[in-house]
């Protein structure tokens, strides 16, 4: 899964809108978009929002591409 879709399943997912999320996240809701159609990457920062919050790392793999991995409680 592409982070791009990750983002915007885990959005929906959580039934937040994109303002909901970037407040969360500590992000402009241009930012989110711009996660959400492939044209950026989440920080490490970002990263590390979304780890804490729903417990799902984003490890970079590769130049340009980040690899999910869910962690189970």
Request: aromatic share 8%; net charge negative; charged share 30%.
């Amino acid at each position: 899964m592409q982070v791009s879709e990750f983002i915007e399943s885990l959005r929906e997912e959580h039934q937040m809108t994109s303002k909901e999320i970037s407040k969360r996240l500590g992000v402009s809701i241009s930012m989110v978009c711009q996660y959400e159609g492939g044209h950026y990457n989440p920080s490490l920062q970002v990263a590390k929002k979304i780890y804490k919050d729903y417990k799902v790392a984003i490890h970079p793999f590769g130049e340009d591409n980040l690899k999910l991995e869910i962690e189970k409680e």
